[in-house]
């Protein structure tokens, strides 16, 4: 418990520095509103217009939308739909194959019986290859696992079984470490998982 709260002192920190799977039938440490909901305000993460953010690190490798291997994978709201509800997104991949953009609506959702949405859902994606458009169908969800707007957002996926970590794009090359810290232990929880490496200015800057 002692290592929880000292995540949340340098959440804090990092805050005052800054320039989807399904819920799972265990309910993990984290989701604990009382303790941790202001540090996991869906709408937060997602209100600013025309910022982007870019997924740095995850637990896996290998994904439906993104194909294999993806990497350099960024997300920017376009525009508010329904204030404090939900809005539109611009997302970007590449992968060993392809270059590919989704189009997506995102709204604020409750999980683990929160009062206050501390979850993303997306969905209905279309997704852009080659100059054609096709949706997917998918609508998936990403429960907020800490987050300091400005700064980084750690995604709880896949039925909670993978971890992402985005980062704002003032920070996409030089990660706060009050971010790089806690995505690193939250991972070490999280049984045969190791980080990667999604974005990385080599690979992604044009």
């Not at 539109?88 to 392809?98: D, H, V």
């Not at 458009?133 to 987050?147: R, Y």
């Not at 070490?188 to 999604?198: A, F, I, N, R």
């Amino acid at each position: 418990m002692q290592l929880f709260v000292l995540t949340v002192l340098v959440g804090a920190t990092c805050v005052t520095a800054a320039p989807g799977g399904a819920e799972s039938a265990k309910k993990p440490a984290w989701a604990n509103e009382q303790k941790f909901g202001e540090y996991q305000r869906a709408w937060d993460t997602i209100k600013d217009v025309e910022v982007t953010y870019y997924m740095a690190r995850s637990t896996y490798t290998n994904d439906d939308t993104f194909g294999k291997d993806f990497k350099c994978v960024t997300v920017r709201t376009t525009s508010v739909k329904e204030e404090g509800v939900s809005v539109k997104a611009e997302m970007t991949y590449i992968n060993n194959s392809e270059t590919g953009k989704l189009n997506i609506e995102t709204q604020v959702v409750k999980k683990y019986g929160y009062q206050t949405p501390n979850a993303l859902e997306y969905g209905p994606q279309v997704i852009e290859r080659s100059g054609a458009k096709e949706s997917t169908g998918n609508t998936q969800v990403g429960i907020l696992v800490f987050s300091s707007p400005q700064a980084c957002d750690i995604v709880s996926v896949n039925d909670n079984k993978d971890l992402e970590l985005w980062v704002h794009s003032n920070f996409k090359d030089d990660i706060p470490k009050c971010c790089s810290f806690t995505f690193t232990y939250f991972t070490s929880l999280l049984q045969g998982k190791t980080e990667h490496v999604v974005y990385s200015q080599d690979d992604c800057t044009n």
